[in-house]
Each structure stands twice: as C-alpha cells, then as structure tokens.
C-alpha cells in the first residue's frame, strides 16, 4: 500500500479500493499518515467524491479503525442521531422511552457543533453527571436501565478523530461522502441493530434546503443499510426550535416538563415519530404507528421521567433529579425580558442566529477549549403563528451579564419577523427515507 498512490488515484476520480481505505484509515489512527496526505485525502475526496461502494467502504474503515462493541442483551440494540439543531434535546425523551418500551440504547452522543447545541452538554448540565465513561460502565448502566448517553471514548472511531481535525482547517466539512462516513462510522461502532436518522431542514438546521436534506439523508441510509444496519431517515422541520428554549439547562428543564406533564407538544410528537419508526425496525412494534403510540403513551404517563431520573442517577446525578429536578437546575443571575417592538404574529425565525446568540451568551463554544455556562440561553420563546401585542413578552434571556443580556435582545429581536397575516405553519416531519 502507498499512500500516494491512493492519493492519485483519487485525484484521477477514481474511488480506492476497500483494502486500500482501510489501509489508510488504520494510518490515520495509528498516525503513520501525515497531516499533509490527510489534508490532501480530505480535499480530494471533497473535489472529486466517492461511488457509492466507496462511501460504504470508507464508512466501515472508519469504523474498524477502533473499538467495535458487541452486545448480548435480552433485547434489540437500537440508536438515533441528529444531524443538529437549535432547542433539540429529542435525545433525553427518546432514549428512555425507547428503553421503557423494551429496547436497549447505548447512545453515543456529540458536543455541540456551531450554532447547534449537543447532547452531551445539556446532560452535563445536570449537576453531577458525566459523559465520559468506560465501555464496561456503558455496558452495565445499559443493561441495568436500557438506556445511557454518553461521549464516544478515544478508541471508537479514532480514524474519524484525526479526518475530522484535519477537514476543519482544510474547508473540507461540507463534503456529503465524508460527513456521511464520519457520522457513520461513530454510530456503527456501537453495533446498532436499527437506526433512526434526524435530518433537519430549515433556518435552524445545517441544510437550508430540501434538496440538501435529502441528499444527506439519501447518503446516510443508503449508506448505513449497505453496512448491515437497518436505517431509516425522518427529515423534519427546524425553522424554529423544537423546545420553547435553548440552552442547556433550560432544554433540560423543558425536558422535564414534557416528562411530567402529561401534556402533548411538538417535542413529544417529534419523539413519537422517530421512536416508531425505530420499533417498527426492531421488531418491537407492528408498524411505525403503532410504535409512535406506545413511544407517546409512555412519554405521558410519567414512566419515562422516572427511567431518565434512573439514568442520570446513574451516571453521577442527583438520586431525586426526576422528582425535584427544579431545584438542581442552574439558574441565570440575569433574566431579561424581551417586548415585542409591535402588535402581530411571530411569522419567520433565523434559528441560527438565535443559536449563535446562546453561543455568545456563554452557552456555546467559539473556540474549542471554551466552558460553557449551562445557566445561560433563551426561553419561552414564542412560537411561529402566535399572535402578540406591542410590548408583551416574546421571550426571556438568560444571561450572566446585563450587557451580555442586551446584546441577545438586539439579536433576537433581529432574529424574529412580526407581521399582521398568519403564516404558513411548516410541518413537523416533512418526508421519510428508507
């Protein structure tokens, strides 16, 4: 094998072999394939792309260039991911509901990604809890509870690891084989049986626009059931947040109230869809309607607060979290108020700049190694179609700082259109693949 060579012949437009991008990727891991061949890789894989063949195989090198779990549970071994979005914390409803149905998810989660908030930061809100756990403590809370979200370790996919770093300085992220292998190549590893994937759409979302979305979500499943997994990808809609805040702690706290107030809402509609399509594809449900009643069933009855209380307590929470999850929350020094600056309906939001401004409210990360503040974010944020009068409340922000709170308000309020017709609502799920 010579990493030139491949180097070449991706650069002729012709896709490697699989022994060939499994040579490669275990170079990445190992690092015996130097910044420059890696950078070079990305860039030519970016220009000329891959066959379908190819994507599978580079997805399956990525994956094998680490640790591959198995598992021997008493049930079916199923997954989501997300491809992000703002005041989506899906996830924290999900997976328990799904355990409580008699699935086993061990999620692997990520942090969160530019304006798009992670998983694993709204858990880590939760005081006491961590991510960061060895396989034989995932492999024990998993199957003692059915459920647990957790940070990938450094050896699930380490090949990803280092094409990622190098794909970020070398405007090289955008490519759809890459960000179908990367994505991949992380979930494959923990050996799902079935998959769910979250393709968002919208102001809010990474894909702007249809064609985009289902382009990645063509990738992903075809990809995904080419390497064994049966995969199915929901596109839904993410011009406006899913939750009614954004923000860790504040999507915690409004996981919380999905959890116990017996209530139904976009949030627990959103769960239901891709929790059924997900026992629909692991046997556990007739068909994906049926699955998305028991999911809905179990959300509203309060038994899914209590595994998700369960599972926090688990991994290092509060014992009580689901019962006095109020009280251990983070809370802002700064809750500001926000006026609408006229009388009409809430007809248009840019979810990225409202993403971008928990981002600089602390409740992001602008560089790599910044802290976040779970405190911070935006909540009670009114929802597309709402009628308000001048000066009523349109949202509140949370912040550490007054002027850090001002700041928000001018991009909120930049975010948000006001008009005197009633918009077109968008649909919460706008297609299905696979």
């Known amino acids: 094998m010579d990493a030139r060579a491949i180097l070449a012949a991706l650069r002729r437009g012709d896709t490697p072999s699989a022994a060939e991008l499994a040579w490669f990727a275990e170079g990445l891991a190992?690092?015996?394939?130097?910044?420059?061949?890696?950078?070079?890789?990305?860039m030519?894989?970016?220009?000329?792309?891959?066959?379908?063949?190819?994507?599978?195989a580079l997805t399956l090198a990525m994956r094998d260039s680490g640790d591959v779990l198995t598992w021997d549970l008493p049930g079916p071994v199923i997954d989501k991911h997300s491809?992000?979005?703002?005041?989506?914390?899906?996830?924290?409803?999900l997976a328990p509901a799904l355990a409580e149905c008699g699935a086993y998810v061990p999620m692997i989660s990520g942090r969160g990604l530019g304006h798009t908030g992670g998983t694993l930061d709204k858990m880590e809100a939760i005081p006491g809890v961590t991510t960061q756990v060895s396989e034989a403590r995932l492999r024990r809370i998993t199957a003692d509870l059915g459920c647990a979200i957790v940070g990938a370790t450094g050896r699930i996919a380490?090949?990803?690891?280092?094409?990622?770093?190098?794909?970020?300085?070398?405007?090289?992220?955008?490519?759809l084989d890459l960000i179908t292998?990367?994505?991949?190549?992380?979930?494959?590893?923990?050996?799902?049986?079935?998959?769910?994937?979250?393709?968002?759409?919208?102001?809010?979302?990474?894909?702007?626009?249809?064609d985009e979305a289902r382009a990645l979500a063509c990738s992903l499943v075809e990809t995904a059931n080419a390497a064994g997994c049966k995969t199915t990808a929901l596109i839904t809609d993410m011009n406006q947040p899913i939750a009614s805040a954004l923000g860790n702690g504040l999507e915690v706290a409004e996981v919380m109230r999905a959890l116990t107030s017996g209530e139904m809402s976009p949030l627990i509609e959103i769960t239901a869809a891709l929790g059924g399509v997900l026992l629909s594809q692991a046997g556990l449900s007739p068909d994906k309607e049926l699955g998305a009643d028991e999911i809905r069933q179990a959300l509203l009855s309060g038994r899914v607060a209590k595994r998700f209380g369960d599972m926090v307590a688990a991994q290092g929470g509060p014992a009580d979290f689901a019962q006095h999850w109020a009280r251990y929350l983070p809370v802002a020094p700064v809750i500001h108020e926000v006026a609408a600056p006229r009388a009409g309906f809430v007809s248009a939001m840019d979810g990225e700049a409202l993403g971008l401004?928990?981002?600089?409210?602390?409740?992001?990360?602008?560089?790599?190694?910044?802290?976040?503040?779970?405190?911070?974010?935006?909540?009670?944020?009114l929802r597309l179609g709402t009628w308000v009068?001048?000066?009523?409340?349109?949202?509140?922000?949370?912040?550490?700082?007054?002027?850090?709170?001002?700041?928000?308000?001018?991009?909120?309020?930049?975010?948000?259109?006001?008009?005197?017709?009633?918009?077109k609502l968008p649909v919460l799920v706008h297609e299905r693949i696979g």
């Not at 380490?158 to 490519?175: C, G, Q």
């Open 30 to 42: 190992k690092g015996d394939i130097s910044d420059a061949q890696a950078g070079a890789f990305a």
């Open 389 to 423: 009068e001048q000066g009523e409340t349109l949202a509140r922000i949370h912040a550490a700082r007054e002027s850090a709170a001002l700041a928000a308000e001018v991009a909120l309020l930049g975010a948000l259109t006001l008009a005197d017709q009633t918009p």
């Open 357 to 381: 401004a928990v981002v600089h409210l602390g409740g992001g990360r602008l560089v790599e190694d910044d802290v976040v503040d779970p405190a911070v974010g935006i909540s009670d944020l």
């Open 158 to 175: 380490p090949a990803d690891k280092r094409l990622y770093a190098v794909r970020d300085v070398t405007a090289t992220v955008e490519s």
């Open 44 to 56: 030519a894989v970016c220009l000329q792309g891959l066959d379908q063949p190819g994507r599978r």
């Open 83 to 93: 491809t992000g979005g703002v005041g989506d914390c899906v996830s924290l409803l």
């Open 181 to 210: 292998a990367s994505i991949l190549s992380k979930k494959l590893a923990a050996s799902p049986q079935a998959l769910v994937l979250d393709v968002k759409i919208g102001s809010g979302a990474f894909m702007k626009t249809a």
